[in-house]
């Protein structure tokens, strides 16, 4: 239990497209998700903290207006990288918070999804 | 303020132990969480500790002293597929992970 997905989890784009990333609970409902950035030999750092059915908290320094973060149901929340640039260009992971049972940790466990590499040339 | 520290790399052996410490400042607190991550790949959960002790689970086990805000993370009978980053996150009142920055764990043969 506790499988979380993501999608894509590799994407390649122009300068100044706009990227969305698909964030999924696969076996369980989360409430709570959260967006992690992760640059080559860094620790991760959290972007935001998506709340299903209300506007998601962003940390310091995040640009709200640029990772818009939509969290419509209680297994999806998609993370949109607009007009992307090349310092843009990271790993970005999602969690989700598991629920009270299962998934082989305690409530409130954050369980990641594999990943989505951005690439922006 | 909150704060994670644990050591940057270690270097092990195949086939010994190794230990590897956090300490940890969070307001409020609701418990200590292991992840292990390979290069490349998103950390995956390896133990969570919430009351003072140890907790075995396989070749890994992990402690927790909240008199000290000190954990570690025991690793047994080390593979080479046991090279990774170990990533300590304490869990505040909020129940928000605060992160350390990981300790990569370079095994040799």
């Known amino acids: 239990g506790a499988v979380v997905s993501q999608h894509p989890s590799w994407v390649i784009c122009k300068s100044g497209t706009s990227v969305k990333i698909e964030c999924r609970s696969l076996d369980f409902q989360a409430t709570t998700m959260f967006w992690y950035r992760q640059f080559p030999k860094q620790s991760l750092m959290l972007m935001a903290t998506?709340?299903?059915?209300?506007?998601?908290?962003?940390e310091q320094g995040v640009e709200k207006d640029k990772f818009l973060i939509n969290h419509a149901s209680l297994t999806l929340s998609t993370l949109t990288v607009t007009s992307a640039h090349p310092e843009d260009s990271s790993f970005y992971i999602c969690?989700?918070?598991?629920?009270?049972f299962g998934g082989g940790g305690p409530q409130e466990t954050q369980y990641f999804g594999p990943g989505t590499r951005l690439l922006v040339l | 303020g909150q704060n994670i520290d644990q050591p940057t790399e270690m270097t092990a052996t195949e086939g010994a132990i190794v230990q590897i410490n956090c300490t940890y400042q969070?307001?409020?607190?609701?418990?200590l969480f292991w992840y292990q991550q390979h290069a490349g790949e998103a950390p995956t959960f390896l133990s969570y500790?919430?009351l003072d002790g140890l907790e075995e689970k396989g070749r890994f086990s992990s402690f927790l002293s909240r008199s000290k805000g000190y954990s570690y993370l025991l690793l047994k009978e080390l593979q080479m597929k046991d090279s990774a980053s170990y990533l300590c996150a304490g869990m505040d009142s909020n129940y928000q992970l605060i992160w350390g920055a990981g300790t990569k764990l370079i095994i040799k043969p």
């Open positions: 969690s989700a918070r598991s629920p009270p």
């Open positions: 500790n919430v």
């Open positions: 969070t307001s409020g607190f609701n418990g």
């Open positions: 998506s709340n299903e059915g209300s506007k998601a908290t962003y």
